[in-house]
């Protein structure tokens, strides 16, 4: 499956994939709108982003059903199905479930390769991995 | 799937569905089954304002539905069941609850029983705050409120319609709901044939597990609500909700709500599987505890622990419930306590070989039906609770009052002759499971016992010739009501927390066993009033609101314990806090919280003494919640006891029999617990005799003259 990979030591911090993931999914320019959040805990690096890694621990947790794998192993969210709860965003263990008081649904980064393709430093690419927790991807 | 059938239409009330503002539907549903008269009431901003919603919406409309000398089974007693304002939000765990409330057949005073499940919420979202039912049909109905359609109507229930529950929910599924959305939409409130022919029925208010493609059920157990639902010959309320997201309510601020809701949920994901563990116990985590502190009632509540406890206990149960599937009796709820056990084969009565999920049991079910009963097989308590759900019975009652009749039977008060050929001694689950039996038959010896501990007393009383002393020292009821399952010997506030109780003794008042007797964190008089007051008026919020109470202190950050009052857990009242502002718009403080709950709590004091009750000779404790009744009593805590002695009243336990012994202590813990009565009287505004005073129901602003009108005649 195709999955999202970050490499920190590339990442500037420019939060372009930020902006491109907002605009692509919800068409604004806005970080709190993006499913990839770069991070600067300390002030002075290391960066770390967090997005989701496809692990799909969230998928039991959905009392509606409304989390499931594609054809293609990628976790998504089934709006009709879902009735906003955030038990998601709660029990993710990378905090990759985002939210927004904008929409009641929550949402997450499906690896569309959008901030791959515009990252300036090459950080983010797509890649191929065999299982959803293939070493490395830990963020 | 059984075949649809066609029922007829009594009446018929179309409406139109309005659209929820802040948490409000704006009116309230009142149906009259035996006129057959069905309206619309609307929603005053009085009763927003002075009541909020839930246990303050059924109050308000019970005291205006009922006289004063109404009693359970005359036809103007309502049952009223509402949820609250923040009811239906799905984003924070246990925003589901309803409060059903009546006046009960076994304290005749108005109770009011918490519960789970669907009903609620989809009330509310087909258009009702609350709904208002009165009357006594002639031959049983349906009440179906149908929120798509915008439609309310009574059918009359054809004779062969199952009555228990657990075929009677697949009974109303094949009727009203076509496809399995419709399924997801619907819920019932229900009870059985066990709640028609005992004092202690119970609502069953069903959910619909998406996941197990399963009928699930929640119970509102206290009082006897079952028993009148029956009584007005109701079979079931019905509702039909619209579909629904997490916006349903249409809050006025959805950015505080959702704020809340994964900060708890962040919690429970952390801090539950190295807590209580509730997402794979649920609440019977709490057996070992109780037994590690000397608190799990055994016996009829006579001892604290007991070698066979670990059969029962936590890890028993995780291991035997279903794991792995979201058990919230409501979407969100991420603590997830309403476990089940699946592919139950039914062993005994009626519905033998059956298969059957069983829901729970609970905390309160392994220790009523289990510990207090001598009876410590899961499967045994697994059996019990089936039955006691799909009759209608509620656990805690019939718990309580099967440990007070093997004391009874034990004591001699009780022989087989008496019980029809029963054995009822301790740790007999099959004659526990036919004394059941034998309720939901309304026949021999289930018959007596349906009545409740109350009533059973004077029974044996008169048709047995029981020491008066000796039944009503041990049986375990307080306003008519049968205690649920925690031990109060040893702790005065708890006793308190039962005794002076507006329903009788349930624990969803006030529970401070652990501060009181194992932190002593309440040392004075004054110091467990404090406590008796606030905790019970902050437990009585959850009520109002729509809200549980298990995700405000059964996870809890480790941080909390270095805040300045680690028991009140201030970082989840400000969830709550912000969860109400959220919701309705309507900014509250801290204080605000308490004053909400002190004027429905005042209100419900007021009309208990309306009734006839309600005042200090009422609230009276069994000795057994005080002290140790017998000889074998007090010498299974001997040391504790004589300790006591010597410390609390200068004695020497040396020089005195036992007798003496037992005597002193019981004039020492009386005139405690009414020194305690003092107290707590004196902070919530009370005369001595128990009455709100004017000035008090004033200041709280429910000065009505009706009200004003009951308290005078006391004053």
Partial sequence: ?139 | MSEKATLHILAEFPYSVPTIERGYAGQTLYVNVGERAIQARPVTEEMKLKFTGGRGFDLWLLWHGVKDNTRWNDPENEITISSGPCAGITQYPGSGKSIAATISPLTNVVIDSNVGGHFGPYLKFAGWDAIEVQGKAARDVIVYVDGVAGQVTLYEAPADAPTDTHLLGHWLMDQFAATEEDRQLMSFVTAGSGAEHTLMGCLNFSLYDRKRKALRYKQAGRGGIGTVLRDKKIKALVVHAPPFGGDMNHPADLKRIQAAGADIHQEVREFDPVQNRMRNRGTPYLVKIMDDYDLLPVHNFQFGRHPDTPKIKGEVWEARLTQGLPDGCWYGCTVGCAHAVDGFVVRTGPYQGQTVIVDGPEYETVAGVGSNCGIFDPEAILEINFYCDTYGIDTISFGTAMAFAMECYEAGVLNAERTGGLELRFGNADAALEVLHQMARGEGFGQIFGMGIRRMKQYFIEHFGADPHFVWDIGMEAKGLEYSEYLTKESLAQQGGYGLTNKGPQHDEAWLIFMDMVNNELPTFEDKAEALHYFPMWRTWFGLCGFCKLPWNDVVHPKNKLTPQPQKIMHHVENYRQLFIGVTGREISYDDIITMSERVYNFQRVFNIRLGYGLREHDAIPYRSAGPVTVEEYESRADRYDRQLREWLGLDPETMTIHEKMAAHRRYRMERYEKLIDAVYKRRGWTERGVPTPEKLHELGIDYPDVIAVVQRHL
């Fill in chain 1, 1 to 139: 499956m195709k999955v999202l990979s970050y490499n920190p030591e590339r990442c500037v911090g420019c939060h372009t994939c930020e902006e491109v993931c907002s605009d692509t999914w919800f068409k604004v320019t806005d970080a709190e709108k993006s499913s990839i959040r770069i991070h600067d805990d300390s002030g002075s690096g290391p960066l770390r982003a967090v997005y989701c890694v496809q692990c799909g621990d969230c998928i039991a947790v959905c009392p509606t059903e409304a989390l499931s794998r594609d054809k293609k192993g990628i976790v998504r969210i089934q709006k009709k199905l879902c009735v906003g709860c955030l038990s998601c965003v709660g029990f993710c263990p990378y905090s990759a479930m985002f939210y927004h008081p904008d929409q009641t649904e929550p949402f997450k980064c499906i690896a569309c390769g959008q901030c791959a393709k515009t990252c300036p430093a090459d950080a983010l690419e797509i890649v191929e991995v065999e299982t959803p927790r293939a070493p490395g991807l830990q963020v």
